[in-house]
């Protein structure tokens, strides 16, 4: 932890004053930055040969925000108010230098300088929506002065971090220098200021922009609109909204008022919490006790994918995407053609997007080759398998692959429950054998779980970490067991909820309760999306489960118009008289009685079961942490960020509530059903996985 003094340091160029931050990783304004570049501007500001200042940062970035750490702790002088007050007070011209990222309280400090330069790798952004925020130091006040209402909406609800060629057009830097050059580039946009006493531009004293939005509030009433879907369930972007409002609305006191109030509430929130926790959460997932950062990476330049159906062309995708040759094997011509087109089709829709363009499609594409030889595969670094989920045909694949692909390879498996310790039986090199479990679809989804075996060595573990990184995943690591982290998870959820139906709820009933909740689909709903026939065979179908049933009745899913829902010409779903007849029959002929059950009962019924085998994968070690836990289901499975996942969701609910509702709850959960002796130790000394270390 450093000091005014060591994170910040003042040297006099000529007649500038340049004030450079040096706290990694990222600058922060942490409480020795902010006493750092407040007692370096005051000083600047008393010495009468400096005529202007330069505030710039070490390191790989500028100022990337507040200090998150410092978060929920009390605050410690010098707010940062004053610290942007001196600086947009200042008698004399300041000027910030950016590079690297200008983000949140970094970039609203940058915009109480009278001036910004940057280099063209630079970023500016105000991403607290992210951590369920908005910018609380006169951001929201201070950009749409600049960039206007419409683009500070887009800005603050998205969080995008925006280059820095596009920030010069908006007016948010005025100059850009040459990459390399950014101190020397500063300092004579500094001496020219003062040569041409130039103004000292006070951000806060611009009205035009945000005058244009007055008197429009169709803006933010048509943005609301546009965006209800995306912001469903959260606070913040809301919450951002009615503070771009006030800066059109008000004077800017008043709007910076405003914005404090919202923003204090939004810090006092719970999904505020959550979303700061997943903030840490996705950046531990990274970090593997036993598999050190300076583990030796297998150097990966060639993949080899076998299987080009849906999730071997969504892996493709992937590295293709960032520049690496795929070779893609098949069985058959038709198939491997097929799986070709999807890829092609995909690209093209991106393109018609306007998320790439036609030379990114055919670049990506030229990277793509197929074959229907596994000896093509020979020389890649990194093979990963993705054919049917069949025990022997995996087993046979990987001992064809074990005598093909040459010595320090990976070989890797898309199985999404198999064991992969069974797997690595079938080849000579186990140590090189590992899950990565993608999620379709695979170039779509941001998890991929990787799943260590018994024998899996560490260089293997640590790339295909370094890999998913690379790719653009988030990734967390799992031990192997029946469905790894996720799966096995959702498994207990869907067993309550079958179960649930016996009892007298209605799909519908469950499906709306998580929808509510924040899931973007319920079970039932997912699996009509999926297809009712998946593993399903005419000829085994015994009328033995309500899905089979259904099947039987040719009710397969969307695809077939019906399900669990009735569907209508645009995949409409609705509650189904039909369904609810073939639930109530299955009922009378088990000799159930249908019984109301609340939505509170089917949260529970359905959440609390998932946060139990959570704390099982916990104390098996399965996975190392809880919240890896979390950040699987928050990036594979839809939960709501704004809840932190199901072992944060836990925390919040209390861990001792949860073991007493499961015990309420008794045999309804099911003969097979057990308490986790972790969650119940927890419990009962009053503690919380976060505790876990
Ligand atoms: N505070 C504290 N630590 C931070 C941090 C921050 N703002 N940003 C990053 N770190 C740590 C991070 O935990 C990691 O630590 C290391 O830096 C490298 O990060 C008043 C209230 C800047 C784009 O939301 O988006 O300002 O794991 O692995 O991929 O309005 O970090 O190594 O121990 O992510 O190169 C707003 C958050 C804050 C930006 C770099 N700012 N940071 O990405 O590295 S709220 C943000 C990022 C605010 C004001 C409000 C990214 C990055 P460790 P990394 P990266």
Redesign the pocket.
Known sequence: MGTADTVASLAIDGHVAVLMLDSP??N???QAVREGILNGVNEAIARPEVEAVVLICDG??FI????????GKPPRAPG?REVQDAIENAPKPVIAAIH??A????L?VALCCHYRVAVPSARCG???V??G?????G?TQRLPRIVGAPKALEMVTS?Q?VGARECLAMGLVDEIVPEGELRAGAVALARRIVAERRPLKKVRESDDKVAAARGHPEIFADFRKANARKFRGFLAPEYNIRCIEAAVNLPFDEGLKVERQL?TEL?QGTQSAAQRYV??A???A??IPDVPDDTPLVPVKKVGIIGAGTMGGGIAMNFAGVGLPVTLVETRQDALDRGLAVIRRNYENSARRGRMTMVDVDRRMALLSGSLDLRSLADCDLVIEAVFENMAIKKEVFARLDAIVKPGAILATNTSALDIDEIATAVKRPEAVIGMHFFSPANVMRLLEVVRAKQTSRPVIATAMQTARKIGKVAALSGVCPGFIGNRILAARTQQAQAMLMEGAMPWDIDRALYDFGLPMGPFAMSDLAGLDIGWSKEASRSSTIREVLCEMGRRGQKTGAGYYDYDEQRNAKPSPVTEQVIRDFMAKAGGTPREISTEEILERCLYPMINEGAKILEEGIAIRASDIDIVWINGYGWPVYRGGPMFYGDTVGLATIVARLRAFGPKLGRQFTISPLLEKLAAEGRRFQDLR
């Open positions: 990783p990222v922060a304004l942490s790989r970035t990337a925000g507040a200090d998150i750490t410092e978060f940062l690297g990222t983000l949140g309280g970094g609203e105000l991403p607290e992210n951590l925020l908005l910018p609380g130091a951001g969080g971090h923003f810090m903030f840490f996705e950046r531990q990274w970090k």
